[in-house]
């Protein structure tokens, strides 16, 4: 079944980690970029970072020098270290699969997007 598992948020304090998983299923003969989001309540969902098939990374400024993102291929997982935890941090975390340079493939690999549903994290003062 395709799909997105996030896993790994929690409550710590400031100052904290937490390390954030997502596990994706299907599509595996596909490239596409990972990717993590978060919401916060009454705020629209950022982009926080994303990671290429190649390995490269990008991420927001808000988080820079403190989140790093990964990715384990062989798993199908992407992964999010979140160091230096504030509390403008709390937020559901969604991870989002993009499909992306996959030439002749693209038609099929486009059924590869997708969200998951999120993982809490509450970070207190």
């Known amino acids: 079944q395709d799909q997105l598992v996030e896993s790994g948020g929690g409550s710590v304090q400031t100052g904290g980690s937490l390390r954030l998983s997502c596990a994706a299923s299907g599509y595996t003969e596909c490239k596409f970029d990972m990717e993590w989001y978060r919401e916060a309540p009454g705020l629209e969902r950022e982009f926080v970072a994303s990671?290429?098939?190649?390995?490269?990374?990008t991420y927001a400024e808000s988080v820079k020098g403190r989140f790093s993102i990964s990715r384990d291929t062989t798993k199908n997982t992407a992964y999010l270290q979140m160091n230096s935890l504030q509390p403008e941090d709390t937020a559901l975390y969604l991870c989002?699969?993009?499909?992306?340079?996959?030439?002749?493939?693209?038609?099929?690999?486009?059924?590869?997007?997708?969200w998951g549903k999120g993982t809490q994290v509450n970070i207190s003062s």
């Open positions: 990671i290429d098939n190649d390995g490269r990374a």
């Open positions: 989002r699969r993009h499909p992306r340079g996959n030439g002749f493939n693209s038609f099929h690999c486009s059924g590869a997007a997708t």
